[in-house]
C-alpha cells in the first residue's frame, strides 16, 4: 500500500476552471509538502503545511490532519499550470526534507 | 533569486562506470539532500546530508553510492559501478533549517534542475 495517494492521476482542464488535486497518506506526518515539476523535470516547492491552509496567488492549500488528507486548490486556472503536482509529507519527527512522495497529479490545462 | 545548481544536467555512462554528480546548494543552507526518481515513477528519497555526516538513508543508497562536502560549496552524489537500474533523474535539495523551532526554519526546499543518469 502507498503511504501517500494522490487522485486524480490525470486531469484535463479548460482554462478559467477551477481545480482540485488531492491528498490522503496512511503515516503520522511533521508537514506535508506541495511541489510542482515543470514539463523539463525541474521541481518547485509551492506549500509546506503542518496545519490550516495557505494561499499564494492562485493556489490554495488545505491540510486535516485528523482525516490525513490534503488538498491542492488552483483557481482561474491558466495553461502556464500545466505541470505534475505532487504530494509528499515528512514523517514525524524526521528531518523535514526526508520524503514520503505521491506519484503525482499531471494537469492539464487547454486553452 | 539564490538558487540550487546541479550539474551535469544529463550524464551518459557505461554500465559499471563510477559517477560524481555535483550539485551547488544555496550558500547559507545547512542540510542537503538527494532524491532519484526513475522514469515514469514517483520520486524517492536517497540520502540527507547535516554537518559533514549522513543523518538519514533510505533503502536505496547502499554502498554503491556514497555522499560529500568535499570544499564547503559542493555537494556531490558518488555511484560507484554503476547499474541499467540506476538511470534516473537525480536531484539535489537544501534548506536552512530542516525542523521547525529551528532558526531559519520555513519549511520551504530548494530543488535543483536534476542530472539526468542515463546507463547503458
Known amino acids: 500500500k502507498n503511504e501517500v495517494e494522490q487522485s486524480p492521476q490525470n486531469l484535463t482542464a479548460q482554462e478559467g476552471e477551477f481545480i482540485t488535486i488531492n491528498c490522503s497518506y496512511s503515516?503520522?506526518?511533521?508537514?506535508l509538502h506541495w511541489l510542482q515539476q515543470h514539463p523539463g523535470g525541474g521541481i518547485v516547492s509551492l506549500f509546506m503545511?503542518?496545519?490550516g491552509k495557505k494561499k499564494h496567488g492562485r493556489l490554495i492549500a488545505t491540510i486535516n490532519i485528523q482525516e490525513k488528507h490534503s488538498s491542492l486548490h488552483i483557481t482561474a486556472s491558466h495553461p502556464r499550470d500545466s505541470a505534475v503536482y505532487i504530494c509528499?509529507?515528512?514523517?514525524?519527527?524526521?528531518?523535514?526534507?526526508?520524503?514520503?512522495f505521491g506519484k503525482g497529479t499531471k494537469l492539464s490545462v487547454k486553452p | 533569486e539564490p538558487e540550487v545548481t546541479q550539474t551535469p544536467s544529463h550524464q551518459v555512462t557505461q554500465m559499471g562506470q563510477e559517477v560524481i554528480l555535483r550539485c551547488v546548494p544555496i550558500?547559507?543552507?545547512?542540510?542537503f539532500y538527494w532524491y532519484r526518481q526513475i522514469l515514469g515513477q514517483k520520486v524517492e528519497f536517497l540520502v540527507s546530508?547535516?554537518?559533514?555526516?549522513?543523518?538519514?538513508k533510505s533503502e536505496i543508497f547502499d554502498d554503491q553510492f556514497s555522499v560529500e562536502r568535499p570544499d564547503g560549496s559542493n555537494f556531490t552524489l558518488k555511484i560507484r559501478s554503476t547499474k541499467l537500474e540506476d538511470s534516473a533523474m537525480y536531484f539535489c535539495?537544501?534548506?536552512?533549517?530542516?525542523?521547525?523551532?529551528?532558526?531559519?526554519?520555513?519549511?520551504?526546499?530548494?530543488f535543483g534542475e536534476g542530472s539526468r543518469l542515463t546507463v547503458l
Open positions: 509528499a509529507v515528512t514523517n514525524y519527527g524526521g528531518s523535514q526534507g526526508n520524503l514520503i
Open positions: 503515516v503520522g506526518i511533521s508537514a
Open positions: 503545511l503542518s496545519s
Open positions: 550558500s547559507n543552507h545547512l542540510y
Open positions: 546530508f547535516y554537518n559533514n555526516e549522513i543523518s538519514e
Open positions: 535539495a537544501s534548506v536552512h533549517a530542516a525542523q521547525q523551532g529551528l532558526p531559519g526554519y520555513t519549511g520551504e526546499l530548494f
